[in-house]
């Protein structure tokens, strides 16, 4: 699985869109970039999926640039509630390989 | 239902005890997971379950045991553990698809071994 790389932590008032960007230079063309995020002491949740175009759900939106070496999820409006860690995972075959994330905190 | 279950929430064991984790599902997912996160990590996988056979083990000590007695189910048996796998455990269900899976994780059972 192509390794990803994430800034540490990120600030972001409420009400404001987050970006958080991820890069995944090695990803193969088959491979799957999802999004996982942990808010603190429970389980890992799933965010959203995407190959080659941009997806959007309930939750945020994914980018995937062209050259599909990086991606940005985004959040547009963001809550108190979305303080987590956020995890961009590119998947080739059945298993998640976490690496060490973006920890966002969202302030007042 | 898109929830996945898991007991005990905590778990205080000796060195020389024997337990069990257990964790459910009932969303007809035929993949099951074990991972394992230490504090302030990300989540590392333990094992995969794939229609009920054990498909992945990563390299685990024998002191940990999985099982699968069904679809719904799974198990972790501990034994002999040592103070370092202190961790919470963390089980996760999806379908069984090669590149498309979405996982659904349990809350966890944060196990102390002193």
């Known amino acids: 699985d192509a390794k990803t790389t994430q800034p540490p932590s990120m600030d972001c008032a409420e009400g404001r869109a987050a970006n958080l960007p991820c890069n995944h230079s090695?990803?193969?063309?088959?491979?799957?970039v999802y999004w996982y995020r942990q808010i603190h002491s429970q389980g890992p949740q799933y965010i959203i999926h995407?190959?080659?175009n941009n997806e959007t759900n309930e939750m945020a939106s994914l980018i995937i640039t062209e050259d599909r070496k990086s991606s940005t999820l985004i959040l547009p409006h963001a809550t108190l509630r979305d303080t987590a860690v956020y995890y961009c995972?590119?998947?080739?075959?059945?298993?998640?390989?976490f690496g060490t994330g973006t920890r966002l905190l969202v302030s007042p | 239902d898109t929830e996945v279950t898991q007991t005990p929430k905590h778990l205080v064991m000796g060195m020389t005890n024997k337990k069990s984790l257990k964790c459910e599902q009932h969303m007809g997912h035929r993949a099951m997971y074990w991972y394992k996160q230490k504090a302030k990590k990300p989540p590392e996988l333990m094992f995969v379950?794939?229609?009920?056979?054990?498909?992945i083990n990563e390299s685990v000590p024998s002191r940990f045991s999985p099982e699968c007695p069904n679809s719904s189910l799974l198990n972790l048996h501990l034994h002999a553990l040592q103070p370092e796998d202190s961790a919470l455990y963390l089980c996760?269900?999806?379908?069984?698809?090669?590149?498309?899976?979405?996982?659904?994780f349990g809350p966890g059972t944060r196990l102390t071994v002193t």
């Open positions: 995972i590119v998947r080739g075959f059945q298993k998640l390989v």
């Open positions: 995407g190959l080659k």
């Open positions: 996760a269900s999806s379908q069984p698809r090669d590149r498309v899976n979405e996982q659904y």
């Open positions: 090695t990803i193969s063309g088959n491979e799957y």
């Open positions: 379950y794939s229609y009920e056979k054990l498909s």
